[in-house]
Each structure stands twice: as structure tokens, then as C-alpha cells.
């Protein structure tokens, strides 16, 4: 066993750095040139490759320490020859350090190759020759120089044509430098923190191309054609439309509607507006992670230090999604919501995990189907059901001989049907593709139940042809079912809208969410006996607080105040219930 010491190389000037990454675990095996950690200065972020191939026995440091040059960082029991080689550097050297690849421009390349490349050194294929080729900045639209923010690749990388080398930021905005060719780094010549224009030198190439290829001019021509953001024709060969969709699919790059083809520009280097991707903290091993399991990092939650984004984050958010994917529920949300972190609560006492029941996972998937899909309004208003209830409570006797109990919810499903009728636009629903209406010439209304085992709505059919003792019977009957967990299929379908009753549980007013395809709900809160100004006097009232949600897309704010002010006119005067 030859164990090699790896230690921090020159920092360019930084006397501390921060690890901010420890990449591998003990036991893992590395190449060289893999990356090994990650340290941070204040301006830069710069992985440290392992300088053999070996076995990493152990980190001699810890995420968050800071080190300085010469700091002994991990250790690499090297293998098979590379071992044999290197025992004889050990025994005369018993440090070695490695450049950062930002650093390796000021390495001779004679040096370069010695150091860093592996003894079994992979030769291109009979089929293929290589080249040595300076990859350029292409045209910026500008004569200003503007910031490297991101060196993507290091040294020994082989990257494919239109694989991004370098971010570049002007004040408005930043640019990908996409490769021209495909082929192995050989140099960076470029920092984090330069300042780059038009035609500057980026990275050298060994570039790899077919034989029938080599004669091409663009492996001999100095200036890189520019490939950034390539359209994607008919006319354009595979591997042109291979690295547009690289470059589509770069974090921070526009992204075309879903359905539509990639963005086509013509222009160079064509910049993307600064986004919250240019914002992303996380370093370059990371991101070629989540480019390679098509993870946005905009949504992965870093725990590193100050926010940063680490590949265990972007692993723990593969699996989070893998996990949730047939969960109706899933908390990775779509549309390109960012999801809710993961958070392991036992850590602030005790917990227990709760099975969610069938009804319960189907309702949060309505609900969250629904509020994301339906752009909400709620208005609110009170309806003076003084009268209403005094009637009610009169035929309390009556309700006794017939065996049926009339509560407040009976007149309300009487008077939606009525406000339905006169109000056409609510017994509506919008077509999926949103090109036209479906008027509904029947009255069904759902009215919410509340059951342990969840949320159920079942459907009181044609109210506009039943009278109160009908509909009450109805809602025992039905209310039961749902309780009981009796309810079919059919019993749940087909509603027009719906009205959600809190009324003997309590509360003010609540904002209901509509019941998409149906357009608008009402939400009932506990009547209460206030003082109303009746012209003269107050006089004791009993109000009942209502909120009506509708789809907007559907539904004009002047639709939904006359349904509502016809609502509160019914239950205000039940004697229009009857007209
Ligand atoms: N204000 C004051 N009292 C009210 C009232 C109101 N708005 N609405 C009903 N009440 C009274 C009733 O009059 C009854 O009292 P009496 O027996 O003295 O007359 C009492 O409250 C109990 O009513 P109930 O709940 O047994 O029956 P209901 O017809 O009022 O409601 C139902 C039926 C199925 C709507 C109800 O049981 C229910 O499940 N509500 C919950 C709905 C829900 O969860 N909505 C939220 C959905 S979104 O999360």
C-alpha cells in the first residue's frame, strides 16, 4: 500500500480558503484527475483533482475548514503502476501537490502532461486523429470585457462539442462559452474573476475528430465558429442538433415553451438574461451532475455552507422525487415549482409517520390540481336570514312527523339552484383547451361533507325540481352515506358547483377552492346575531357570513356580484325562492 498525501496547491495570491465539498467517502476509488474536494476563496471556487488513481483512504480535513497552501488534505493509497511509478517520487517527495485547474495555465504543457496524465493514457481510436486547438471566446456583441464567473471543466475533462467551458457575466446579463469541438482540456487559460472579450484564448484541445473529419477547416481555423444556442432545422445535422439541445438544457439557458422547439439565434454567443440559475450557488462537479440527471438545480435546496448547493443535495432531491412520483400529493411540485425541503422533525421531538387514507391523498391531489390550475377570486357578503331561520325553526313539528330535519344547508342548496338558473354563466365549465364554454341546462349542486375519513362531496341532482323536505331528506340521506363511507361513484359526480357548509362547526368566513371543471363555490360560515342600521334604529339581525370563489378565467367580477347579491335576496326574503 503507497499512500500519497495530497496537500493545497498555490491559491493565486488567496492565503485561506474554505473547504466548502468533500466529493467522495473514504473507500471510494478515484482516477486522476477526479475531482477530490472543493475549496472556496472569496472570489473563486476551485476543485482539487486527484493527482493518481487509486483508493481515497481518508479526508484530512472537514466540510467548513479552512486551510492554506501546503495543507495536507486527504490521502490516496495509489494503485497497480501508477503505485510503482509514484514510489519513487514518494520516497523523494513525500508531498505532492496538484494545481487547481484555474492555475494550470501558468503549468508548461510538457509539465502538464507529466504530471497529470494517467499511465494508461486512453489513444484515440484507429478511426479518429487528434489536434491541439485554442478554444476562443466567440463574438460577445460587445468590445467590453465582461467576467468569468464559472469555469465548468478541468484539465483532462473531455468534453463534447457545444458542452459549456466557461460562464461569462456582463452587468445584464450571462453567457455560456460552448465548446466548438469535441476532445480532451489540455489547459484552462482562464480564471474565475478574469475579464474576457471578443476572441480571447478560454481553454486548449487536444481535439478529437474522424479521420474523413481532420481535413475539415474547423479544427484548423484559429477562431471558433460560434455554436452558442444553435437552431435546431431540418437542415441541421444530428451532432449540431445534439449540442443545441446540450446548450438548451445548460442551467440558466432560455428554455422553450413546452411543445415549442428549442429558441433558434443566429447571433453569437447569444447571451441569456440573467435568471435565478446565474444565481445558483454551487460549484462546477455539481452541476455536471445535475446537467447529467437533467435535476434544475433551482429547485434542489443546498445544504452546504452559505446555501451552496452539494451533490448529496442533488442525489437526496432524485430520490425525493423518485419517491413522490406516484404520490398525488408530491411534494416535488410541478410546473416548475420549487418543492418543500425534506426535514427530518424528529430532531425537535418526538414524531410519528400517519398513513394519509385514499380519500385523503385524493383530495390534497384535487386541491392542489385545482389551486394551481384555477386563477381564484373570493367576494364575501352577509345574508340576513332572520326570517329564514324563524320559518325553519317553524317546522320543526312538521320535520318530526315526516322524519326529515331541515337545517340552514337545505335553503341554500334551494337558493344556489335558483341563483344558478338566473346566473348562467356560473353553471358553466371551460373546455381543457380553454376554446369555449359548456353550458350545463341541469342543476346539480355537491355540498362538502366532512367524514373521518376525509373530504367528501356528494351531489344533490336536479334542486331546481325539488322543494325544501326533498332536499333535506336528501342531504341526511347523502351526509350518512358519506360518513359511513356508503357514497358510489355516481353519487360524487356531475355537479355544477358546490357549497361548503361550516356553519355548525364556526369560524367567520373562509376562502373555498374551487371544485375545477365547476367554476364557482360557496363557503358558509356560522350565522350570528349582529346590529344592523335598519333607517331608524339598530336592530338584532342574524347574518350569515358567505364567500363565493370562482374561476376567473370563467367567471367576470360583475357575474359574481350578481349571483351573489341574488343569493343574499333569496335567503334575505325566502318568498323569492318561490317565484
Ligand atoms: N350557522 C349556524 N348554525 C348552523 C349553520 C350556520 N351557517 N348551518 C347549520 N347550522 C346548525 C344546524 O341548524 C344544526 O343545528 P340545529 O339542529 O339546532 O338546527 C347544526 O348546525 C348541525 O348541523 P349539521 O352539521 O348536522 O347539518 P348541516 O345540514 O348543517 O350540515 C353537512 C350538513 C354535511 C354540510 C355538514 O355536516 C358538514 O359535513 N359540514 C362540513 C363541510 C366541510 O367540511 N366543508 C369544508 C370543505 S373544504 O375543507
Known amino acids: 500500500m503507497t499512500i500519497q498525501t495530497v496537500v493545497v496547491p498555490d491559491l493565486g495570491g488567496a492565503e485561506t480558503v474554505e473547504v466548502i465539498e468533500l466529493g467522495l467517502s473514504p473507500g471510494d476509488s478515484v482516477e486522476v484527475e477526479d475531482s477530490l474536494l472543493v475549496l472556496e476563496s472569496d472570489k473563486a471556487t476551485m476543485d482539487i483533482p486527484s493527482p493518481a488513481t487509486g483508493v481515497l483512504t481518508q479526508y484530512l480535513v472537514a466540510e467548513g475548514a479552512t486551510v492554506k497552501v501546503g495543507d495536507a488534505i486527504a490521502e490516496i493509497d495509489v494503485a497497480g503502476e501508477a503505485a510503482a511509478t509514484d514510489v519513487a517520487d514518494a520516497e523523494e517527495v513525500e508531498q505532492v501537490s496538484h494545481q487547481p485547474a484555474a492555475d494550470s495555465a501558468s503549468e508548461s504543457e510538457s509539465d502538464s502532461e507529466s504530471d497529470s496524465e494517467p499511465e494508461a493514457k486512453p489513444q484515440p481510436s484507429a478511426a479518429q486523429s487528434s489536434a491541439e486547438q485554442m478554444i476562443k471566446v466567440p463574438d460577445i456583441g460587445s468590445d467590453d470585457k465582461v467576467d468569468v464567473i464559472e469555469i465548468c471543466v478541468a484539465v483532462g475533462d473531455e468534453v463534447n462539442e457545444g458542452d459549456t467551458l466557461v460562464v461569462l457575466e456582463s452587468d445584464k446579463a450571462t453567457m455560456d462559452v460552448p465548446s466548438t469541438h469535441s476532445g480532451k482540456v489540455l489547459k484552462i487559460v482562464v480564471a474565475e474573476g478574469d475579464k474576457l472579450g471578443t476572441g480571447d484564448d478560454v481553454a486548449l484541445f487536444e481535439v478529437i475528430a474522424d479521420v474523413a473529419a481532420v481535413q475539415e477547416p474547423a479544427v484548423k481555423q484559429p477562431a471558433p465558429a460560434p455554436v452558442a444556442a444553435t437552431p435546431v432545422s431540418s437542415e441541421t445535422g444530428p451532432q449540431k442538433a445534439a449540442a443545441a439541445v446540450s446548450a438548451a438544457s445548460q442551467p440558466g439557458a432560455v428554455q422553450s415553451a413546452p411543445g415549442q422547439p428549442a429558441q433558434p439565434a443566429t447571433s453569437p454567443a447569444e447571451p441569456r438574461q440573467n435568471n435565478a440559475a446565474s444565481d445558483i450557488y454551487a460549484g462546477p462537479a455539481v452541476r455536471l451532475i445535475a446537467r447529467e440527471l437533467g435535476v434544475e438545480l433551482s429547485q434542489v435546496p443546498g445544504s452546504g455552507p452559505r446555501g451552496r448547493i452539494l451533490k448529496d443535495d442533488v442525489s437526496n432531491f432524485v430520490k425525493q422525487v423518485m419517491q413522490n412520483k406516484d404520490t398525488p400529493a408530491a411534494a416535488a411540485g410541478g410546473s416548475g415549482i420549487p418543492a418543500i425541503p425534506a426535514i427530518d422533525f424528529s430532531q425537535f421531538g418526538d414524531i410519528e409517520e400517519l398513513a394519509l387514507s385514499k380519500i385523503q391523498k385524493l383530495t390534497a391531489a384535487n386541491m392542489q390540481r385545482n389551486w394551481l390550475n384555477v386563477p381564484h377570486v373570493t367576494q364575501f357578503d352577509d345574508a340576513d336570514i332572520t326570517e329564514l331561520e324563524a320559518f325553519r325553526k317553524g317546522l320543526k313539528a312538521e320535520g318530526e312527523k315526516r322524519g326529515v330535519r331541515v337545517t340552514p ?133 342574524l347574518l350569515l357570513p358567505m364567500a363565493l370563489s370562482y374561476d376567473h378565467r370563467a367567471i367576470n367580477g360583475g357575474d359574481a356580484g350578481r349571483f351573489m347579491t341574488y343569493l343574499v335576496q333569496l335567503l334575505s326574503d325566502i318568498r323569492y325562492l318561490a317565484l
Open 409 to 541: 344547508v337545505a335553503f341554500l342548496i334551494k337558493a344556489i339552484g335558483a341563483a344558478l338558473q338566473a346566473n348562467p354563466e356560473f353553471n358553466r365549465s371551460l373546455s381543457v383547451d380553454g376554446g369555449h364554454f359548456i353550458q350545463k341546462h341541469y342543476c346539480h349542486v355537491g355540498m362538502a361533507v366532512d367524514t373521518p375519513r376525509g373530504l367528501v362531496v356528494p351531489v344533490i341532482r336536479d334542486v331546481n325540481e325539488k322543494g325544501i323536505w326533498d332536499i333535506s331528506a336528501e342531504i341526511s340521506l347523502l351526509a350518512g352515506k358519506a360518513r359511513d363511507g356508503k357514497l358510489t361513484p355516481a353519487e360524487m359526480q356531475g355537479g355544477c358547483f358546490t357549497l361548503s357548509s361550516l356553519g355548525a362547526i364556526g369560524g367567520n368566513g373562509f376562502t373555498p377552492i374551487v371544485n375545477a371543471p365547476e367554476v364557482g363555490i360557496l363557503g358558509v360560515s356560522k350565522s350570528q346575531i349582529k346590529p344592523v342600521w335598519n333607517g331608524s334604529e339598530f336592530a338584532p339581525r
